[in-house]
Each structure stands twice: as structure tokens, then as C-alpha cells.
């Protein structure tokens, strides 16, 4: 029963340009998210989270958005920088569920 | 701060072995997690403490698995028989709260990644 739905495996960007995650959830009864962020060979470290209160939250490059009505969450970064290459992570904290994950390259 | 430590890093077993996975907790967090990376299922949650207390271990995949959380500083993940099919990374993370909603971030162990033959 996956909760917490990242529909895209993969994502190629080039350095500079925009990067765009997405993640949908159902049945939610907390609507609090959080993106983690992985490296190959390391745990998962957190990166930027959002609560029900708002819509946006921002921290540098990293830009958090919610949609509650339509029950998706989006993480852009701008601009990508090859230390972005990841495999990021959705989860919904009240069920401790994470998404499956979206590989991140960002090219030279 | 060492962050969360797990051992070993790397673990190859035969098929029927019991497999130990340690995990040491931040000083002074009060709930600690067990995860599981497959390809499959991506990374799931096992079983979680508070206080040295396990509080749901509805994730754990069968009774083969068990955890304990002897003090706040320890804790373990056995497999007893291993199978082929166990062969994952194992993270532990660990939390200063202890609400399953607390809005804390969860710190994790570079985790223990095993091969059962």
C-alpha cells in the first residue's frame, strides 16, 4: 500500500537549470513532509521539510511546495549543481513512509 | 557528535546463518528506527523505540526478525535464519523526540548492507 508516491525514477538536468521532484500522497492524517536526500553508500540525510500551515517553504536553493487539496508536494532546486546528484526522497512523516525515490543527475 | 554508528558496514552470510546488525544512537535521542533498502520496496520501516521501548513493529517481515533495545545507547537487529530474499541495506536512525509525528529530523546510520547466500 504505497502512500507516498514519487512517479519519476529518474531525472537528468543540466548544471544551472532548474530540477523538479514531485511526490503525491493518500490518506494523510498529518500533513507534514520532509525530502532526505542520498548519496550512494551513505544513510539518507535531511534536506528541507513542509508543514500543513503552508504552501512554500524555501531554504537556499531548495524550495518546497504543497498542495494539499490535490495531495502533491513538489522540491525544486535552483539552480542544480552536480553535488545535487541524489537520489531524493519524499516522506510522509506521520506514517514514516518514504517514496520510492528520484535519482537526480545534474550534468555539466 | 559521531552521528549514528552501525556495524558492521558490510555483511556476507550463508543462507540459515544468524545475522547480528548493531546500532548505536545519538547520545541523548530518545527513539531509534530500523529501516530496510530493497529494490523492490524501496526503504521501509521495521520497527521503532521509544525510550528503549518498541512502540510498532507491524513493519518487521517476519518472525525470523527480531529487535532489542537493551539501553539507550544499543541496539540490535537479528535475523534467525537468514534467507537470500533478507539481502538488503539496514539503516538505523535515530530521533531526539518520541511522537511518531514529532516534527523532528531523523538522523541515519551510513547503514549495514547484506548479502545472504
Known amino acids: 500500500d504505497q502512500q507516498v508516491k514519487q512517479n519519476s525514477p529518474s531525472l537528468s538536468v543540466q548544471e544551472g537549470r532548474i530540477s523538479i521532484l514531485n511526490c503525491d500522497y493518500t490518506?494523510?492524517?498529518?500533513?507534514?513532509f520532509l525530502w532526505y536526500k542520498k548519496y550512494p553508500a551513505e544513510g539518507p540525510t535531511f534536506l528541507i521539510s513542509i508543514s500543513s500551515i503552508k504552501d512554500k517553504n524555501e531554504d537556499g536553493r531548495f524550495t518546497v511546495f504543497l498542495n494539499k487539496s490535490a495531495k502533491h508536494l513538489s522540491l525544486h532546486i535552483v539552480p542544480s549543481q552536480p553535488g545535487d546528484s541524489a537520489v531524493y526522497f519524499c516522506v510522509n512523516w506521520g506514517k514514516l513512509q518514504f517514496g520510492a525515490g528520484t535519482q537526480v543527475v545534474v550534468t555539466p | 557528535d559521531a552521528g549514528v554508528i552501525q556495524s558492521p558496514r558490510h555483511e556476507v552470510t550463508e543462507m540459515g546463518q544468524e545475522v547480528t546488525l548493531r546500532c548505536k544512537p545519538i547520545?541523548?535521542?530518545?527513539?531509534l528506527f530500523w529501516y530496510r533498502q530493497t529494490m523492490m520496496r524501496g526503504l521501509e520501516l521495521l520497527i521503532y523505540?521509544?525510550?528503549?521501548?518498541?512502540?510498532?513493529d507491524s513493519g518487521m517481515p517476519e518472525d525470523r526478525f527480531s529487535a532489542k533495545m537493551p539501553n539507550a545507547s544499543f541496539s540490535t537487529l537479528k535475523i534467525q535464519p537468514s534467507e537470500p530474499r533478507d539481502s538488503a541495506v539496514y539503516f538505523c536512525a535515530s530521533r531526539a523526540g518520541i511522537y511518531r509525528g514529532n516534527q523532528e529530523t531523523q538522523y541515519f546510520g551510513p547503514g549495514t548492507r547484506l548479502l545472504v547466500l
Open positions: 523505540f521509544n525510550n528503549n521501548v518498541p512502540i510498532d
Open positions: 490518506n494523510s492524517m498529518f500533513d507534514y
Open positions: 547520545s541523548g535521542h530518545n527513539s
